[in-house]
């Protein structure tokens, strides 16, 4: 079988990720700054194409690596509309998608598409996303929030929470699509996900729902929560900011740095900071309990994933609170190029078909 060279782009506010694969295996990586005066030209995100494209070849030139040589593309999805899991062939759709703003929300990591795409069409080989924010496996119960106007939407991490899925069904000698896991993705947002053989049937919004997390308030109390949004003092971008970026640990403790908290708790012996961030893992917790009644009982393991996962402290407050239910099992970090390169490797390789956009 053909060795399968693999070309990773995962777009950021102010730098692109890049790597290329052999196979499964990462030849090297580069996280490549962009110059914030040249950004400063662009008046919209998708303009920088052309300058992150120029960028990529001149990193794979430096490392001396023949572009000609790749096989495949990949580049970090977007929130497109609802979109089951799985690896999909870059399309004029999606791209149009993308160009005219037809986006759940306006996001840097649209620019994974747009740039792959460019390398596919000089290349002639295939471009792929896989896995974006919008992969929507609801079943009917997860859509109903409580108000008619607002349906639940699923939006989450689950590039790497698939990618992790996978890991854990692997380390339990079993396949992905015979398990039914609760996935927890730990970042500055939280994410907790249940997965029935294969398919996520129910996830919190990290932005909106769920519990609180370093930088977000999760579920709110609803009326007084109106009460805030009406009372004169702040404007509804202000109210925005709160929730989703000043919200969670930073709104109670002015930072949300999690190795700075237990620092503080070690060293200090602070009982605020104990406080908080033992009642993150607390609502953590009730979560994961909340998503076992999603399965029925049935949870084959609860997997533990995201760059916060590498707190020992966090992940044991929770391991003392849903032990009971399943088997944890934790995989500190993320590794979202490798999740890409995996994606397109499976389809390349004939072990899944890719999706239909």
Same mark, same amino acid.
């Given at each position: 079988?053909?060795?399968?060279?693999?070309?990773?782009?995962?777009?950021?506010?102010?730098?692109?990720?890049?790597?290329?694969?052999?196979? &499964?295996?990462?030849?090297?990586?580069?996280?490549?700054?962009?110059?914030?005066?040249?950004?400063?030209?662009?008046? +919209?995100?998708?303009?920088?194409?052309?300058?992150?494209?120029?960028?990529?070849?001149?990193?794979?030139?430096?490392?001396n690596?023949?572009?000609?040589?790749?096989? $495949?593309?990949?580049?970090?999805?977007?929130?497109?509309?609802?979109?089951?899991?799985?690896?999909?062939?870059?399309?004029?759709?999606?791209?149009?998608?993308?160009?005219?703003?037809?986006?759940?929300?306006? +996001?840097?990591?649209?620019?994974?598409?747009?740039? $792959?795409?460019?390398?596919?069409?000089?290349?002639?080989?295939?471009?792929?996303? $896989?896995?974006?924010?919008?992969?929507?496996?609801?079943?009917?119960?997860? #859509?109903?929030?409580?108000?008619?106007?607002?349906?639940?939407?699923?939006?989450? +991490?689950?590039?790497?929470?698939?990618?992790?899925?996978?890991?854990?069904?692997?380390?339990?000698?079993?396949?992905?699509?015979?398990?039914?896991?609760?996935?927890? +993705?730990?970042?500055? !947002?939280?994410?907790?996900?249940?997965?029935?053989?294969? #398919?996520?049937?129910?996830?919190?919004?990290?932005?909106?729902?769920?519990?609180?997390?370093?930088?977000?308030?999760?579920?709110?109390?609803?009326?007084?929560?109106?009460?805030?949004?009406?009372?004169?003092k702040?404007?509804? &971008?202000?109210?925005?900011k709160?929730?989703?970026?000043? !919200?969670?640990?930073?709104?109670?403790?002015?930072?949300?740095?999690?190795?700075?908290?237990?620092?503080k708790i070690?060293?200090?012996?602070?009982?605020?900071?104990?406080?908080?961030?033992?009642?993150?893992?607390?609502?953590?917790?009730k979560?994961?309990?909340?998503?076992?009644?999603?399965?029925?009982?049935?949870?084959?393991?609860?997997?533990?994933? !995201?760059?916060?996962?590498?707190?020992?402290?966090?992940?044991?407050?929770?391991?003392?609170?849903?032990?009971?239910?399943?088997?944890?099992?934790?995989?500190?970090?993320?590794?979202?190029?490798?999740?890409?390169?995996?994606? $397109?490797? #499976?389809?390349?390789? !004939?072990?899944?078909?890719?999706k239909?956009?």
């Amino acid at each position: 079988m053909k060795d399968q060279k693999i070309l990773v782009i995962n777009p950021g506010s102010t730098s692109t990720k890049v790597a290329v694969f052999d196979n &499964e295996k990462q030849i090297f990586s580069q996280n490549i700054s962009l110059d914030k005066e040249e950004m400063k030209k662009f008046s +919209h995100y998708l303009e920088e194409y052309s300058m992150r494209k120029k960028s990529i070849k001149d990193f794979l030139e430096s490392r001396n690596f023949d572009i000609r040589d790749l096989t $495949a593309v990949i580049g970090r999805g977007a929130p497109f509309k609802p979109l089951e899991g799985g690896t999909y062939r870059i399309t004029d759709e999606m791209l149009d998608d993308i160009k005219n703003g037809r986006l759940q929300s306006p +996001h840097i990591s649209a620019l994974g598409a747009v740039i $792959a795409n460019e390398f596919s069409k000089e290349l002639n080989i295939p471009s792929f996303i $896989a896995d974006p924010v919008s992969v929507d496996e609801f079943h009917e119960f997860s #859509r109903l929030s409580g108000m008619k106007e607002i349906p639940r939407k699923s939006l989450w +991490h689950a590039l790497n929470c698939k990618a992790i899925a996978r890991e854990a069904a692997e380390s339990l000698g079993r396949k992905y699509e015979d398990l039914d896991l609760i996935v927890v +993705h730990l970042g500055g !947002g939280i994410t907790i996900s249940a997965h029935q053989k294969g #398919r996520a049937v129910d996830v919190n919004n990290g932005n909106s729902e769920g519990p609180f997390s370093p930088e977000r308030t999760g579920t709110l109390p609803a009326l007084e929560l109106v009460e805030i949004c009406y009372s004169g003092k702040y404007t509804k &971008e202000e109210m925005i900011k709160k929730i989703t970026k000043e !919200g969670g640990l930073r709104s109670y403790l002015g930072t949300s740095d999690a190795r700075e908290i237990e620092e503080k708790i070690i060293k200090n012996n602070d009982k605020e900071y104990k406080l908080i961030y033992e009642t993150m893992a607390y609502q953590i917790s009730k979560e994961i309990g909340a998503y076992a009644t999603v399965l029925k009982g049935s949870v084959d393991a609860i997997v533990i994933t !995201g760059g916060i996962a590498n707190s020992n402290m966090l992940v044991d407050w929770i391991k003392e609170r849903v032990s009971f239910i399943s088997k944890v099992l934790v995989f500190p970090g993320e590794d979202e190029l490798s999740a890409l390169a995996k994606a $397109a490797f #499976r389809v390349l390789t !004939g072990q899944e078909k890719e999706k239909k956009y």
